[in-house]
């Protein structure tokens, strides 16, 4: 099943006084499965973070439509988009997005929270999450004692935790140092083998190897997709040239 | 590298920084302004002649020690932002192989130059504020002969000392700052959340414990003599009790409403509790501070214009009549100098001044005189008498007046039916008189007998500070019988009241007024006359001033409280953008965010409020006692003052919030 359906998205910016105009997005057209794991990799000015954003709902598009669940994003009215992005989407930034006025806890809790659900609901859901995540001793932590990993942690936590139909990611792994990128690139995989859709952006191509599917942009196009039967063929190829 | 090339360092920075630097900068002037305006004041001489007393000098010269304290406390408290702020930057300087001593140097020009500019910009500005404000205040108030500017090189020495102080105190402060941190930590300084502050709750003990009994002392106050000296230190403790309450009873309740769960998991109070807690520790003395200066606009503002609009009353308390003659002859004559006056001097001058009225056709609405022996004495419950030497008055002193029935029926028009050893007492409408008996020394006890009428149906007595008591006897002999008992000695000679209203128009009474002291002194009378119509003006003139100076000083706290109040928002707005901007990822609305802020700026903004307020009511009982002594009994109209102030303030502080609030909501969408 279809979830989620980009098509001629287009995306232009205009700087302030109307000179300048930057198609970020050019024609974008791709389509993700229920339970699919996609990566969007590109070089830096590629698109890739107006893509992102755009499915977040974070900005409008100039052209083109994105539908998620067969809903139209673009007709959204603006009071729906925040009670939209809360039930729908779950985000994992690259600078983590954590606030340091919340613990640990209060930061995964935040989405529940905002749904005015009740304290014991939010703690039983939190509860197996954390514990799937590895992060239960770290709860009653505040965002500034913890690793750059353990953040991450939470903020998956903080993604999972209102059972989002798309989880996407921004440059998941990229504050991360190697050992902690790759254990985090394993979580997401596991989350996605229990069938959780995942949507993420970098330009990491190790942690594109997580992913079941990458499509590849560049000046504002989709240019090239893999699947993971190929790449995972390329990386045997290039494994063994290291050897 | 010579200290040149530091002070040149120092200087660019300053410039880069402008951002960071410029509302730092801009507080510092704010607060040299206000103390330098706030010590020359307590240095004007036009003060001193003005009031004469040294009550103004005691109020002004502890206002200046509040606009002191305030600017410590407060300079501190935005240069720990500033700090902050700048952690990064100092990182950094480090990491391109500045060394920590020469950072030292760098940062002593900074301060050096901020000093300079500060106090200089500060003192000049002062000046013109000083008049400026002084020119819009006499345009509006239109009060004549108010306190001129005068420029005082004390005020300016103190402004430069204490300003010094401060810089000094924040400079070495930095230092530890750069010398206790690692270049990376200072460089991450800014990310880095300031921990969530510790329950102190000694301090919250300590603040309660000042602020009861601060309360108490406030509360229990009955005289105006005991309302003076316990004012201050009421006052004080107060102060004590609010900052220390601010700055641990809040986080205490914070931490309170946060363990309870079902009340801290609601969207509304999730993130203002959090956000609130987070930041208490520099918060609290903040809001301490703008609720104390609020509450010196409270009580300056309402006691001064009180006493303005309560003018009528005072004049009417301070000179019921026209043309009053006193002459309280035994006081003076106490040992043994001054002549003693006998009856029949005093009723020659009553001929006298009736003559002359006579003459110049001048007829009277209204006129009473009593004759009487005085004498000061302690009382206690149904006894007077003296147990030592005479030093002026104390607590459970009165002035008490001997007079005799004939007397007291000439006067009143009443027969008193008196037997021998009964006597009426008169005291005070509020304070009737209990007793049956009344103990004179040890000696002589005699029998009262209770009438309907009071002390304000004979000759007004004009002294509202000072108990007074008339006692009626039944003849000469029974009257110096009990003098001599409860003074030890004998009556030198009587004292005499004299009250008249004319006919006429105030002209009549400034000259008859005239004539009549000359009479007075002619006949060699130890005494003064009052004439209402030339105490009317130097009264409204005095009190015109005080309310002047109420309303500068008042404005000079406002301006204060505004400050805070700014800095607070814009610098916290800045801190607060990018949780808004997470949380609005996350998945919260541009309503709910507006909501959210919403409650968590009013929490903060009307606690302030709500605490001065319960403050200012609070000393109502001790601000009243005051005004009794500055001959103003009645408390409903300083009652009016009071909530009329209130409300008026509350306006003026949600104008200011609704300003404020605006530039936060900017900055953090």
């Given at each position: 099943?279809?979830?989620?359906?980009?098509?001629?998205?287009?995306?232009?910016?205009?700087?302030r006084?109307?000179?300048?105009?930057?198609?970020?997005?050019?024609?974008v057209?791709?389509?993700?499965?229920?339970?699919?794991?996609?990566?969007?990799?590109?070089?830096?000015?590629?698109?890739?973070?107006?893509?992102?954003?755009?499915?977040?709902?974070?900005?409008?598009?100039?052209?083109?439509?994105i539908?998620?669940?067969?809903k139209?994003l673009?007709?959204?009215?603006?009071?729906?988009?925040?009670?939209?992005?809360?039930?729908?989407?779950?985000?994992?930034?690259?600078?983590?997005?954590?606030?340091?006025?919340?613990?640990?806890?209060?930061?995964?809790?935040?989405?529940?929270?905002?749904?005015?659900?009740?304290?014991?609901?939010?703690?039983?859901?939190?509860?197996?999450?954390?514990?799937?995540?590895?992060?239960?001793?770290?709860?009653?932590?505040?965002?500034?004692e913890?690793?750059?990993?353990?953040?991450?942690?939470?903020?998956?936590?903080?993604?999972?935790?209102?059972?989002?139909?798309?989880v996407?990611?921004?440059?998941?792994?990229?504050?991360?140092?190697?050992?902690?990128?790759?254990?985090?690139?394993q979580?997401?995989?596991?989350?996605?083998?229990?069938?959780q859709?995942?949507?993420?952006?970098?330009?990491?191509?190790?942690?594109?190897?997580?992913?079941?599917?990458?499509?590849?942009?560049?000046?504002?196009?989709?240019?090239?997709?893999?699947?993971?039967?190929?790449?995972?063929?390329?990386?045997?190829?290039?494994?063994s040239?290291?050897? | 590298?010579?200290?040149?090339?530091?002070?040149?360092?120092?200087?660019?920075?300053?410039?880069?920084?402008?951002?960071?630097?410029?509302?730092?900068?801009?507080?510092c002037?704010?607060?040299?302004i206000?103390?330098?305006?706030?010590?020359?004041?307590?240095?004007?001489?036009?003060?001193?002649?003005?009031?004469?007393?040294?009550?103004?000098?005691?109020?002004?010269?502890?206002?200046?020690?509040?606009?002191?304290?305030?600017?410590?406390?407060?300079?501190i408290?935005?240069n720990?932002?500033?700090?902050?702020?700048?952690?990064?930057?100092?990182?950094?300087?480090?990491?391109?192989?500045?060394?920590?001593?020469?950072?030292?140097?760098?940062?002593?020009?900074?301060?050096?130059?901020?000093?300079?500019?500060?106090?200089?910009?500060?003192?000049?500005?002062?000046?013109?504020?000083?008049k400026?404000?002084?020119?819009?205040?006499?345009?509006?108030?239109?009060?004549?002969?108010?306190?001129?500017?005068?420029?005082?090189?004390?005020?300016a020495?103190?402004?430069?000392?204490?300003?010094?102080?401060?810089?000094l105190?924040?400079?070495?402060?930095?230092?530890?700052?750069?010398?206790?941190?690692?270049p990376?930590?200072?460089?991450?300084?800014?990310?880095?959340?300031?921990r969530?502050?510790?329950?102190?709750l000694?301090?919250?003990?300590?603040?309660?414990?000042?602020?009861?009994?601060?309360?108490?002392?406030?509360?229990?106050?009955?005289?105006?003599?005991?309302?003076?000296?316990?004012?201050?230190?009421?006052?004080?403790?107060?102060?004590?009790?609010?900052?220390?309450?601010?700055?641990?009873?809040?986080?205490?309740l914070?931490?309170?409403?946060?363990?309870?769960?079902?009340?801290?998991?609601?969207?509304?109070?999730?993130?203002?509790?959090?956000?609130?807690?987070?930041?208490?520790?520099?918060?609290?003395?903040?809001?301490a501070?703008?609720?104390i200066?609020?509450?010196?606009?409270?009580?300056?503002?309402?006691?001064?214009?009180?006493?303005?609009?309560?003018?009528?009353?005072?004049?009417?308390?301070?000179?019921?009549?026209?043309?009053?003659?006193?002459?309280?002859?035994?006081?003076?004559?106490?040992?043994?100098?001054?002549t003693?006056?006998?009856?029949?001097?005093?009723?020659?001058?009553?001929?006298?001044?009736?003559?002359?009225?006579?003459?110049?056709?001048?007829?009277?609405r209204?006129?009473?005189d009593a004759?009487?022996?005085?004498?000061?004495?302690?009382?206690?419950?149904?006894?007077?008498?003296?147990?030592?030497?005479?030093?002026?008055?104390?607590?459970?002193?009165?002035?008490?007046?001997?007079m005799?029935?004939?007397?007291?029926?000439?006067?009143?028009?009443?027969?008193?039916?008196?037997?021998?050893?009964?006597?009426?007492?008169?005291?005070?409408?509020?304070?009737?008189?209990?007793?049956?008996?009344?103990?004179?020394?040890?000696?002589i006890?005699c029998?009262?007998?209770?009438?309907?009428?009071?002390?304000?149906?004979?000759?007004?007595?004009?002294?509202?500070?000072?108990?007074?008591?008339?006692?009626?006897?039944?003849?000469?002999?029974?009257?110096q019988?009990?003098?001599?008992?409860?003074?030890?000695?004998?009556?030198?000679?009587?004292s005499?009241?004299?009250?008249?209203?004319?006919?006429?128009?105030?002209?009549?009474?400034?000259?008859i007024?005239?004539?009549?002291?000359?009479l007075?002194?002619?006949?060699?009378?130890?005494?003064?006359?009052?004439?209402?119509?030339?105490?009317?003006?130097?009264?409204?003139?005095?009190?015109?001033?005080?309310?002047?100076?109420?309303?500068?000083?008042?404005?000079?706290?406002?301006m204060?409280?505004?400050?805070?109040?700014?800095?607070?928002?814009i610098?916290?707005?800045?801190?607060?953008?990018?949780?808004?901007?997470?949380?609005?990822?996350?998945?919260?609305?541009?309503?709910?965010?507006?909501?959210?802020i919403?409650?968590?700026?009013?929490?903060v903004?009307?606690?302030?409020?709500?605490?001065?307020?319960?403050?200012?009511?609070?000393?109502?009982?001790?601000?009243?006692?005051?005004?009794?002594?500055?001959?103003?009994?009645?408390?409903?109209i300083?009652?009016?003052?009071?909530?009329?102030?209130?409300?008026?303030?509350?306006?003026?502080?949600?104008?200011?919030y609704?300003?404020?609030?605006?530039?936060?909501?900017?900055?953090?969408?």
């Open positions: 099943m279809v979830i989620l359906e980009v098509e001629h998205l287009k995306k232009t910016y205009t700087t006084l109307g000179s300048n105009r930057v198609e970020a997005l050019r024609d057209n791709f389509n993700v499965e229920q339970g699919e794991f996609v990566a969007i990799m590109g070089e830096s000015g590629s698109g890739k973070t107006t893509l992102l954003n755009l499915l977040a709902t974070l900005d409008k598009p100039t052209g083109g439509q539908r998620l669940n067969g139209n673009g007709d959204l009215k603006e009071k729906e988009i925040a009670a939209f992005r809360r039930e729908n989407l779950g985000f994992v930034f690259q600078d983590f997005n954590l606030l340091d006025t919340f613990s640990l806890k209060d930061n995964i809790f935040l989405p529940l929270v905002l749904e005015r659900k009740h304290y014991r609901e939010m703690k039983q859901k939190a509860d197996s999450i954390v514990k799937k995540l590895g992060i239960s001793n770290l709860l009653e932590k505040y965002p500034y913890v690793s750059g990993g353990q953040k991450q942690r939470a903020a998956v936590a903080r993604a999972l935790i209102t059972d989002p139909r798309l996407l990611a921004d440059e998941p792994s990229g504050a991360l140092d190697s050992h902690a990128a790759d254990a985090l690139m979580l997401f995989e596991e989350i996605n083998q229990e069938g859709t995942i949507a993420m952006v970098t330009h990491s191509v190790k942690a594109a190897c997580a992913a079941k599917r990458v499509l590849f942009i560049k000046d504002g196009e989709v240019f090239h997709q893999l699947y993971r039967e190929i790449w995972d063929g390329m990386r045997c190829i290039r494994r040239r290291i050897r | 590298m010579n200290s040149l090339l530091y002070a040149k360092l120092a200087k660019t920075n300053l410039s880069k920084n402008r951002q960071n630097i410029l509302p730092y900068w801009l507080s002037i704010g607060t040299v206000m103390f330098y305006i706030m010590s020359t004041l307590s240095l004007s001489e036009g003060l001193k002649k003005m009031m004469g007393e040294a009550t103004i000098q005691i109020v002004m010269q502890f206002g200046v020690y509040i606009i002191g304290l305030f600017a410590v406390i407060f300079l408290y935005s720990s932002f500033l700090a902050k702020r700048r952690k990064k930057e100092f990182g950094l300087f480090q990491i391109l192989g500045m060394e920590k001593k020469h950072l030292a140097k760098i940062l002593f020009f900074e301060s050096l130059y901020l000093w300079i500019l500060s106090v200089g910009g500060g003192i000049l500005l002062g000046i013109l504020c000083y400026l404000l002084f020119l819009v205040l006499l345009k509006l108030t239109r009060f004549q002969g108010t306190i001129h500017f005068t420029f005082h090189w004390k005020a020495g103190n402004t430069v000392v204490l300003f010094a102080v401060i810089f105190i924040n400079y070495l402060k930095s230092l530890h700052q750069i010398h206790a941190a690692q990376i930590e200072l460089l991450h300084g800014e990310q880095e959340g300031e969530e502050p510790k329950t102190k000694l301090t919250a003990w300590i603040g309660l414990i000042c602020l009861g009994l601060g309360y108490y002392m406030a509360l229990t106050c009955q005289k105006p003599m005991e309302a003076l000296g316990k004012f201050f230190g009421a006052v004080l403790l107060v102060m004590a009790g609010t900052y220390c309450l601010f700055s641990a009873g809040s986080i205490a914070l931490k309170l409403l946060k363990s309870n769960k079902r009340y801290y998991y609601q969207t509304r109070h999730f993130t203002s509790i959090s956000g609130m807690l987070y930041r208490m520790k520099q918060n609290a003395m903040g809001l501070n703008i609720c200066l609020s509450n010196g606009v409270l009580l300056v503002i309402s006691t001064t214009s009180c006493l303005w609009f309560g003018m009528q009353e005072i004049i009417q308390t301070r000179f019921p009549h026209q043309i009053a003659v006193e002459v309280n002859d035994t006081l003076m004559s106490a040992n043994g100098d001054g003693a006056l006998t009856k029949e001097e005093i009723s020659s001058v009553r001929e006298q001044i009736n003559n002359y009225l006579e003459e110049q056709q001048v007829s009277k209204f006129e009473r004759t009487y022996w005085l004498a000061v004495a302690e009382n206690k419950e149904n006894w007077v008498g003296l147990t030592q030497e005479l030093k002026g008055f104390e607590d459970g002193r009165s002035m008490i007046e001997f005799e029935a004939s007397e007291y029926e000439r006067m009143t028009g009443k027969s008193t039916d008196l037997k021998p050893g009964q006597v009426l007492v008169f005291t005070r409408k509020e304070e009737p008189y209990k007793y049956d008996t009344i103990q004179f020394g040890d000696t006890s029998e009262v007998k209770h009438t309907e009428n009071t002390q304000e149906d004979m000759v007004e007595t004009t002294n509202v500070m000072y108990d007074t008591r008339i006692i009626v006897f039944a003849d000469e002999e029974e009257a019988a009990a003098y001599v008992a409860m003074t030890g000695r004998t009556p030198a000679g009587y005499w009241k004299y009250q008249i209203d004319l006919i006429g128009d105030t002209k009549l009474e400034t000259r007024g005239q004539e009549i002291e000359k007075v002194n002619q006949a060699q009378c130890d005494g003064y006359v009052e004439v209402r119509e030339n105490n009317k003006a130097s009264l409204y003139q005095m009190y015109g001033s005080i309310m002047f100076l109420g309303i500068f000083v008042g404005t000079l706290f406002l204060g409280a505004v400050m805070i109040i700014y800095y607070k928002q610098s916290e707005g800045f801190d607060d953008r990018k949780r808004f901007q997470i949380m609005q990822k996350v998945g919260m609305s541009r309503q709910e965010v507006r909501q959210t919403r409650s968590q700026v009013v929490t903004f009307f606690l302030p409020l709500v605490v001065a307020i319960l403050h200012t009511v609070v000393a109502f009982p001790v601000t009243r006692q005051l005004m009794t002594m500055m001959n103003f009994p009645d408390s409903g300083f009652l009016v003052a009071t909530a009329v102030t209130i409300v008026a303030f509350a306006i003026v502080y949600l104008i200011v609704t300003i404020t609030a605006k530039a936060y909501y900017k900055i953090v969408e």
